[in-house]
């Protein structure tokens, strides 16, 4: 079974520009321009539809999707109140 973090992570590997030094769980996506807001967007979408959660706007906020870490705490603690 796949991890939430290898999930997410395989994601933007796949679907965004990530540099050959790679991509840290800790890193901003916004500051290091891996994602932009159209980006957000389509991670959104990608987590919805991956994980069956429903993202509401009041919850596209930096600290919940801005690096893998916070996107890895965001979906767990979304999935465990559903």
Not at 34 to 47: A, C, K, P
């Given at each position: 079974?796949?991890?939430?973090?290898?999930?997410?992570?395989?994601?933007?590997?796949k679907?965004?520009?990530?540099?050959a030094d790679?991509?840290?769980?800790?890193?901003?996506?916004?500051?290091?321009?891996?994602?932009?807001?159209?980006?957000?967007?389509?991670?959104?979408?990608?987590?919805?539809?991956?994980f069956?959660?429903?993202?509401?706007?009041?919850?596209?906020?930096?600290v919940n999707?801005?690096s893998?870490?916070?996107?890895?705490?965001?979906?767990?603690?979304?999935?465990?109140?559903?």
């Open positions: 079974m796949t991890s939430t973090r290898d999930t997410v992570h395989a994601f933007l590997v679907n965004f520009y990530v540099g790679g991509l840290s769980d800790g890193e901003s996506l916004l500051d290091r321009g891996i994602v932009d807001s159209t980006g957000i967007l389509e991670v959104v979408s990608f987590l919805e539809e991956t069956n959660i429903r993202i509401d706007d009041s919850e596209l906020v930096p999707l801005d893998v870490n916070g996107i890895v705490v965001f979906v767990e603690n979304k999935k465990s109140h559903s």
